[in-house]
């Protein structure tokens, strides 16, 4: 089926703000604006010029009080604390942000323990919590991880040591019996603040612990700036994709310029390295070329994880490790190329019309989410990937396609009884299931999505303003740069173009098409990428030169220094 486009396009005139330099911007920014709903001044304005200063007290947090007082009498008593986050960058981003920060405040040592990917999987485990006892913590404080955790807080409960837990998923039924809970989203928190990821809510601990240091003349007095770890903050927060929104806005607004110039020799070694350094970073070089090399790490658990780049302080040492970290990354990639590639292999003929579902022994466990997303792409249908393990077990991961709406995990809980676990979000998700019921899984799995297709919806793509290529432009692109940053919640603008003339285009390593467009005169042209292109969209560029219209995001290319102005393509079509 082929996406509808529609437009979000708003007539109304946006009231630009009296502290907007010369008074005007292009007339593509105001309409940008109004399509998203920002019309009045006071609301441009907080949009443009988010202030620190009107961040939300982290005592609207239920169980901050609590947690502050737990964690300040562990300081005084010189109780061993542990850190015990989850292994993917939110966790580990709020585990740097948390631990730089105690230490930083006066905290002689701080533990840390997050378990392994592959090894130990995702969760709160007691048998981490044993050990953790026999090391003599007494003081557990989770990050982004355990608000469903009850056995594993239980044992801690009867080994004596306190849980603080911090987290920002949904509970499932009882909560943990922890000493106390921080998350936004336990149910009965009222603090607003339930658009926070795991390092945000870590942050807004440490932004407590910070003054109530301040307020106690028992506990020590520094000048230390929380500034120092919005870098981290703002990496955990956009690769969790959560909402852009509010604290989550004015923080990421102001962590890019923080991370641009980053004291953390990991992280500026890293920057160096994939040529990120010397301009200023938007959000998606952050989600999408900086973030995935770390994420590698936890992926293919080759040694180095992705807190030795956050934690490690010795430039030469770090600079050894990044060198190690885009190796580990290309393997990787290798993997990932072969797996989607056997994956397409074994789905040809693949008899069921609305998902497929596939699994090899020859898949990593670290990348099968990633094979999932590729096949969402090239099917435009859900995707179950798994890999199969020596003992007969498959675990994998299932993404749905961008724009379509469903739910995985109603998928997933149709065959409940025949899976050994399962869960996630409605878009990407988890599941382990014996080889044995794979069959009657698939067969559950094609009467929920037959169910679905009886009532199915269109596949829309909604875009922001309509626009011709002379439009384009470097002071267009500055503008549009304040406008961010942009993410979940505020998504990079989406901007539809008419009739425009392909002119070349150009095979890319990876499967990626470079194309040159010119506009009807035959007066501009412009540069535009099409990265992984479906069946469908290849089909559509068979005729070139051509005419066609385009869905695409404006963004900076950086080449052999120079700075020129590209179109990213979303979707294209034939014009007719």
Excluded at 121 to 140: C, T, W
Excluded at 184 to 208: E, K, M
Excluded at 247 to 273: C, I, Y
Excluded at 359 to 370: C, D, E, M, Q
Aim: aromatic share 8%.
């Amino acid at each position: 089926m082929n996406p509808l486009w529609k437009s979000r396009e708003s007539e109304m005139e946006v009231q630009t703000p009296s502290n907007v330099e010369g008074g005007q911007w292009p007339s593509m920014i105001g309409k940008i604006l109004a399509a998203r709903g920002f019309v009045e001044s006071d609301k441009v304005e907080k949009l443009l010029f988010p202030k620190l200063g009107d961040l939300k007290d982290p005592l609207l947090l239920k169980g901050m009080a609590q947690a502050l007082e737990r964690i300040g009498q562990a300081h005084i008593n010189k109780e061993k604390i542990c850190i015990y986050a989850d292994f993917d960058l939110d966790g580990t981003s709020g585990l740097a942000l948390l631990k730089k920060g105690m230490l930083a405040l006066g905290f002689p040592e701080v533990l840390h323990y997050q378990p392994k990917r592959l090894s130990e999987g995702y969760g709160f485990h007691a048998s981490a919590v044993e050990e953790l006892h026999k090391q003599g913590v007494s003081l557990i404080i989770t990050v982004d991880v355990g608000i469903t955790a009850n056995a594993a807080v239980a044992r801690a409960n009867e080994l004596g040591i306190d849980v603080i837990l911090t987290d920002h998923h949904l509970p499932a039924g009882e909560l943990p019996p922890a000493f106390v809970i921080v998350n936004p989203n336990q149910g009965t928190c009222d603090s607003g603040l339930g658009y926070l990821c795991g390092a945000g809510v870590a942050f807004y601990l440490l932004r407590g612990l910070k003054r109530y240091f301040q307020d106690h003349p028992q506990l020590p007095k520094n000048n230390w700036d929380l500034k120092e770890v919005l870098d981290y903050f703002t990496i955990g927060t956009l690769t969790d994709m959560v909402p852009l929104v509010d604290d989550n806005r004015v923080l990421v607004k102001h962590g890019l310029l923080k991370l641009a110039e980053t004291k953390s020799a990991g992280l500026k070694a890293l920057l160096e390295e994939l040529d990120l350094t010397g301009r200023p970073l938007t959000s998606q070089d952050v989600a999408i070329r900086f973030a995935p090399k770390l994420n590698a790490l936890s992926r293919m658990e080759s040694g180095i994880l992705p807190i030795d780049i956050f934690l490690i302080e010795d430039k030469a040492q770090a600079k050894s490790m990044v060198g190690q970290v885009l190796k580990n990354n290309s393997t990787r990639v290798q993997l990932q190329s072969d797996a989607e590639a056997e994956a397409q292999e074994l789905l040809k003929g693949w008899p069921h019309k609305d998902f497929v579902f596939v699994a090899s022994k020859n898949f990593h466990r670290g990348v099968v989410g990633l094979i999932a997303t590729k096949l969402t792409q090239v099917y435009n249908k859900p995707a179950f990937v798994g890999s199969v393990g020596d003992d007969g077990m498959i675990v994998g991961s299932a993404r749905l396609p961008q724009g379509q709406e469903a739910c995985l995990v109603e998928a997933m809980g149709s065959a409940e009884k025949l899976l050994n676990r399962f869960g996630g979000h409605s878009a990407a998700a988890g599941f382990e299931v014996a080889e044995f019921n794979v069959p009657s899984f698939i067969g559950s799995l094609d009467q929920h999505f037959s169910e679905l297709r009886e009532k199915p919806k269109p596949l829309e793509i909604y875009y922001d303003v309509e626009a011709a290529l002379p439009e384009v432009s470097a002071g267009l692109m500055k503008w549009y740069d304040f406008v961010g940053p942009f993410g979940t919640g505020f998504t990079t603008p989406l901007i539809h173009f008419t009739n425009v003339q392909v002119i070349s285009k150009r095979d890319l390593k990876g499967g990626h098409l470079r194309l040159k467009l010119v506009d009807q005169d035959g007066q501009h042209s412009t540069e535009a990428l099409l990265f992984t292109p479906t069946p469908r969209q290849i089909e559509s560029l068979s005729v070139v030169p051509g005419y066609y219209h385009i869905l695409g995001e404006l963004q900076w290319n950086y080449f052999a220094g120079q700075k020129t102005v590209q179109i990213l393509i979303r979707d294209i079509k034939v014009a007719t």
